[in-house]
Structures are given as structure tokens and as C-alpha cells.
């Protein structure tokens, strides 16, 4: 089940690449959750901590994007 959430995770932040910019952080953050879920999975420290900063940092930019609004 691990694996498929590492599927989801990569398709997520795959389509938020191509994206309107709008929408792109929400796939960013649920992508990298699935991911991260998977990284704990395989037990991999490094990509542990790139999902949690990719997590905050879309977090970051998606609500400094709506507080500008």
C-alpha cells in the first residue's frame, strides 16, 4: 500500500507542475504527504527531511499567496 502512495504522491506533484499556478501548491503539499508517508515506508532520513521542508515550504506559499489576495 506504501508503494501506491508513493504513486499518488509523484502523479500529485507531477500534475501540479503542469498546473494553472493557482492550484499548483495544493497538489505541491498533498503530493509531498504522500510521498513523505512513503519515505517513512522505506526508511529513508534524507528523504524524510526534503518532503517535510518541500511540505512546509508549499504550505508557506500557498497561504502567502492567499493572505495577499
Excluded at 504513486?7 to 504527504?33: A, H, M
Excluded at 513523505?36 to 518541500?54: A, E, G, T, V
Amino acid at each position: 500500500i506504501f508503494k501506491r502512495f508513493g504513486i499518488v504522491g509523484l502523479v500529485l506533484i507531477s500534475i501540479g507542475v503542469l498546473t494553472q499556478k493557482k492550484n499548483e501548491d495544493l497538489f505541491y503539499i498533498f503530493g509531498g504527504i504522500f510521498l513523505l508517508m512513503y519515505s517513512f515506508y522505506i526508511k529513508d532520513k534524507i528523504f524524510i527531511i526534503l518532503q517535510i521542508i518541500f511540505i512546509v515550504s508549499a504550505t508557506y506559499h500557498f497561504v502567502k499567496l492567499k493572505v495577499k489576495k
